[in-house]
Nanobody, 112 residues
Framework: EVQLQASGGGSVQPGGSMRLSCAAS????????MKWVRQAPGEDLERVAL????????MYADSVKGRFTISRDNAKNTLYLQMDNLNPTDTGVYYC?????RGQGTQVTVSS
């Protein structure tokens, strides 16, 4: 059974940083492309970033380019999202995803 558990969310002021983690299990993590997606209140799901199995390819939504960094540790079956220079539009629930499968999300709130 695929299990994805995101953590590391919380509240931060604009301009702040936060690092999300996602513990993965139940599948061959190291060979799969992984994604971070988010859902802001009242908005559709948005793909934030993705990374392929060996970390040679990453892609970012235009809204987060230059501010967010996706990475992974295949030895630990863990996906990360470093978020810098956060702004209120980054507020939402963040999920890690394997294809269309999402785990439990973590809330990120950016507010002064």
């Amino acid at each position: 059974e695929v299990q994805l558990q995101a953590s590391g969310g919380g509240s931060v002021q604009p301009g702040g940083s936060m690092r999300l983690s996602c513990a993965a299990s139940g599948f061959r993590f190291s060979v799969n492309t992984m994604k971070w997606v988010r859902q802001a209140p009242g908005e559709d799901l948005e793909r934030v970033a993705l990374i392929n199995g060996d970390s040679t390819t990453t892609m970012y939504a235009d809204s987060v380019k230059g501010r967010f960094t996706i990475s992974r540790d295949n030895a630990k079956n863990t996906l990360y999202l470093q978020m810098d220079n956060l702004n209120p539009t980054d507020t939402g629930v963040y999920y890690c995803a394997l294809g269309r499968v999402r785990g439990q999300g973590t809330q990120v709130t950016v507010s002064s």
